[in-house]
């Protein structure tokens, strides 16, 4: 039973649009939500991150969105650039202790020159 | 080198061979994680480290998965007569205090034919 679920496998973008990476959850006392970007051959670096306590979390051209009532959080990328095309994780920390993350299959974004 | 380094990068083995993977997570990292990505899926959970104290293992998907580490230093998975559903990419990562900011590596290609 997936825990975090990326709906879209695939999302393509023109360059300089904005591109929006959707993800939703089911537990409602989830504690972090993060998104980790991959580059094919490479491992997930982190990118973005957000408390349950928050709403919205900006840094430079990302921003995380969490709608806690309606379980779902989203990552905006604007304006998009070739650059930015890899496959987008969403992830959850399941409470505030060591747990692992828990993560979902990815969106392979592919932004358009 | 200054990041998560894993070997080896690409591994291709018979059916019922053993592989050993090994993980060289950044120096001073207390916590190791284990994740493997199986194609078009997303990051599954296999075997976490912290510290000293006694691995969590919940995630290790048959008895024929083990995993250890010394001390705070190197990891190895240790995959004992592979299946060809074993065949995934690898991914270590090694976090500091943060538990949600892992750093990962390139990960290990391990193809069982």
């Known amino acids: 039973d997936q825990q975090v679920k990326q709906n879209s496998p695939s999302l393509s973008v023109q360059e300089g649009r904005i591109s929006i990476l959707n993800c939703d959850y089911t537990?409602?006392?989830?504690?972090?939500f993060l998104w980790y970007k991959k580059y094919p051959a490479e491992g997930p670096t982190f990118l973005i991150s957000?408390?349950?306590?928050?709403d919205k979390n900006e840094d430079g051209r990302f921003t995380v969105f969490l709608n806690k009532s309606a379980k779902h959080l989203s990552l905006h990328i604007v304006p998009s650039q070739p650059g930015d095309s890899a496959v987008y994780f969403c992830a959850v920390l399941p409470d505030s202790g060591n747990t692992p993350l828990v993560f979902g299959k990815g969106t392979r974004l592919s932004v358009i020159a | 080198g200054a990041g998560v380094s894993q070997s080896p990068s690409n591994k291709v083995t018979e059916k019922g061979k053993d592989v050993e993977l090994r993980c060289d997570p950044i120096s001073g990292h207390t916590a190791l994680y284990w994740y493997r990505q199986r194609l078009g899926q997303g990051l599954e959970f296999l075997i976490y480290f912290q510290g000293n104290s006694a691995p969590d293992k919940s995630g290790l998907p048959s008895d024929r998965f083990s995993a250890e580490r010394t001390g705070e230093s190197v990891s190895t998975l240790t995959i004992q007569r592979t299946q060809q559903e074993d065949s995934a990419v690898y991914l270590c990562?090694?976090?500091?205090?943060?538990?949600?900011?892992?750093?990962f590596g390139s990960g290990t290609q391990l193809s069982v034919l």
């Open positions: 537990n409602s006392m989830f504690d972090y």
């Open positions: 990562a090694s976090s500091l205090v943060e538990v949600q900011k892992l750093f």
């Open positions: 957000i408390s349950s306590i928050k």
